[in-house]
Structure formats: C-alpha cells, structure tokens
C-alpha cells in the first residue's frame, strides 16, 4: 500500500460522497444525491462501524458541517431514473 497524503487526524476531515445514477443515454452519470462523513473521532481515531447515511439534495456543499446532515435530507423516490 502506498500513501499518496498525510493529514492530521481532527474531526475537521471528512469524506464527500456522491450518490450517481447512470443515464440511459450513455452520457454522463446524474448526481442524485450526497452527504458529508467525517473521518476522525474527538479523540483522533478513525471512525468505524455501520451508519444510515443522511442524503443531501445536490449541489455539493463542502462547507456545510457534518452536524447540518439531517436538515436537508432527499426524498428517496427521486433516486430511481424513472422519477
């Protein structure tokens, strides 16, 4: 394994996941939804375990804070292509 980057461990780090949907013309995929997904504890472990992730409607916002996940949750219905 090689590592491309260090970072320090701080509750300011955190993964940006993009939920896509593939288009039926071949073009480029639909983003559908995201969510923010800190990294570190308070302590400065890794986080672990299982989570229900709370969907953000797009655009991306990176400033928005780890804690403003559920105030702005998408319909799941909007997920599928046909919708």
Known sequence: M???FSCPATKDVALILEL????RDG????????????????????MSGCWRLP????PVDLLQSTSAAFSQKVNTNSLHPGA
């Open 55 to 58: 969907l953000r409607v797009p």
């Open 2 to 4: 090689r590592v491309m």
């Open 27 to 46: 073009q480029t995929p639909v983003t559908r939804a995201w969510c923010r997904v800190s990294v570190f504890n308070e302590a400065g472990w890794i």
């Open 20 to 23: 896509q949907t593939a288009a």
